[in-house]
């Protein structure tokens, strides 16, 4: 080999808020917090916190390699935590709060974590779960020094003394740097441990224009939570075009939003389907439009098409992602290409709002039948999911084996088609594809029209046992306040546009579950009705 002769700096984490420091230095960083008052800030400043902090983690006796956890919001002090744990060789494991009390601890524990940083609203969830932490030595509150009465130490009291500057070390870039759980739907919570390396390539990718797209001219307000999969890389791509960022903490509700968006002037934000479903039912109720807001991302689970005609008639551009825990979480963007747009503009919609995204460099994808035979990129054949790339893990923490084929492929447990201009798109999770009479019915899809039906707020749709199918789809449907739609209306909505054999067997007007992930939560649907079909069959045949 003859070797390159170019410089050998290691890809980290915090040369990434160093350059928005010193690029962009006095672009803004506006945050809410949990019972304070606007932070208003910019990169310079965060940057000198983040010394602070990283002094202040140091001081705590800490060590390379060590865990710390954090329970917080999408607030400034979260964010500085993203470039102080890694920038000394922490990792930080973003706890979600979401999660059942036994996962939690799970995840904690399993994180081996010394300290907890929280915000002063988690405070309850921790003291119901502190007997139960094996490892955490310290709690730190995520607080001003005027509010910290009857609190843990607060974090502004303990960083103030420290100085604004860090010789931050060089660290090997593959070092370990967040360490993010997926939300356990099937079984224990797994950890996927972020390195270094994995976070910079995430971040360049997920800023390029075929993706997020970014530029210093954006305002983004991330409604993606800092706590799962680190908020679809967004802190570290907006860095790195220098965003003004603002951080709307633990309130995602559809006025607290509007109102930033109204102030700040945001225009990009991104979030899961039920977030932007709250924000379209209050600017309707209340008669406003999204005014600066340009581009909403959403993903997480499939964007019913009628959201995107919703914020498109509004003047909001939507796209959607697909990503999972396991990929950083960033796979695919629906972004346009020449090619898409020669079909005409309405083609052109239809094709991003009805796919998850399109592949990009450094994400390779591929679909396969059972035997583990590539499948065609023609749009049609539907097969299992695999991918590969410097930011899918490799194997999940504390397990001995590896998480891939020998082709060093991730199988995502999606089903997906493929198509020629390399749009993918999810039909189902192998887990919920419904199995009737030996055809299969795509949970998603059917969701998705449902929810195109007037008055449906959500749809979802599990398959369960049936006697003579062996599984048939029955549907829950959540309506709008003040709706009233009856099963005939739902059905003969479906009929326009579903063939006869997809039709629910049951549908059922009630609140739909949700998981700590923002996911319609199917395990739990599947246990309340498991015998909805074959008791209705008993009786009725
Ligand atoms: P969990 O911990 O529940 O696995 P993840 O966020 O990692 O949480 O979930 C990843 C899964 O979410 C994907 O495998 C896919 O099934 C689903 N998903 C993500 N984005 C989309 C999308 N745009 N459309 C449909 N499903 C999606």
């Not at 607080?143 to 860090?166: K, M, N, Q, S, V």
């Not at 220098?242 to 109102?259: H, I, M, R, T």
């Not at 199917?522 to 009786?539: G, Q």
Request: overall charge negative; aromatic content about 10%.
């Amino acid at each position: 080999m003859l070797p390159g002769l170019m410089q050998d700096r290691p890809l980290s984490i915090i040369d990434i808020l160093r350059f928005a420091a010193s690029a962009h230095a006095t672009q803004e960083i506006i945050s809410k917090n949990v019972d304070e008052p606007m932070w208003r800030s910019n990169y310079a400043a965060s940057f000198k916190r983040s010394a602070q902090a990283a002094h202040m983690l140091q001081s705590l006796g800490l060590k390379t390699g060590d865990r710390i956890s954090t329970l917080a919001w999408n607030n400034h002090r979260h964010f500085e935590l993203f470039f102080a744990a890694p920038g000394i060789g922490l990792v930080l494991h973003t706890a979600n709060p979401r999660l059942p009390d036994d996962h939690l601890v799970y995840t904690i524990n399993h994180a081996g974590s010394r300290v907890l940083l929280l915000d002063r609203n988690m405070i309850e969830i921790y003291n119901r779960i502190a007997d139960r932490l094996e490892t955490v030595e310290k709690v730190i509150t995520l607080t001003d020094t005027a509010r910290t009465e009857g609190l843990y130490d607060g974090y502004e009291a303990l960083i103030a003394p420290f100085p604004e500057a860090f010789d931050w070390p060089m660290l090997d870039e593959n070092a370990g740097a967040f360490l993010c759980y997926t939300s356990g739907t099937t079984g224990d919570p797994k950890g996927v441990l972020y390195s270094h390396r994995s976070v910079v390539l995430h971040g360049f990718a997920a800023a390029l224009d075929g993706a997020l797209g970014f530029s210093a001219f954006d305002v983004v307000m991330p409604c993606q939570s800092l706590y799962h999969a680190t908020a679809w890389g967004l802190p570290f791509a907006g860095c790195m075009a220098g965003v003004k960022f603002v951080f709307p903490c633990d309130k995602f509700d559809g006025a607290s939003l509007q109102e930033l968006i109204a102030a700040e002037g945001v225009t990009f934000s991104g979030g899961v389907p039920t977030i932007w479903t709250m924000y379209l039912d209050y600017i309707e109720r209340t008669g406003q439009n999204p005014g600066s807001l340009k581009r909403v991302i959403i993903g997480g689970s499939a964007v019913p098409r009628e959201m995107a005609v919703d914020f498109d008639r509004r003047g909001v551009s939507v796209q959607q992602i697909w990503g999972m825990t396991e990929t950083s979480p960033l796979g695919v963007v629906a972004t346009s290409t020449p090619a898409l747009a020669e079909r005409g503009r309405e083609a052109e919609l239809d094709h991003i709002w009805t796919r998850q995204g399109r592949m990009m460099f450094g994400m390779e994808m591929k679909i396969v039948d059972d035997d583990g035979n590539p499948l065609p990129h023609d749009g049609e054949a539907s097969g299992a999911l695999l991918v590969r790339g410097p930011w899918v893990l490799e194997r999940y923490y504390r397990s001995d084996e590896s998480a891939l084929d020998a082709d060093g492929w991730f199988d995502t447990g999606d089903i997906s088609t493929i198509d020629e201009l390399g749009f993918m798109r999810i039909t189902d999770r192998k887990k919920d594809v419904i199995k009737s009479g030996g055809e299969w019915i795509s949970s998603i899809d059917l969701e998705n029209i449902a929810a195109g039906c007037p008055g449906v707020r959500i749809a979802a749709v599990v398959g369960i046992f049936h006697p003579k199918w062996e599984e048939r789809p029955i549907m829950l449907i959540e309506c709008h306040a003040g709706s009233e739609v009856s099963d005939e209306i739902v059905r003969s909505y479906l009929e326009q546009h579903v063939p006869k054999w997809w039709m629910p067997d049951r549908i059922f007007f009630e609140d739909v579950p949700m998981t700590a992930t923002g996911k319609i939560d199917k395990k739990s649907i599947r246990v309340r009705h498991k015998d909805a079909l074959w008791k209705k069959e008993d009786v009725s045949q």
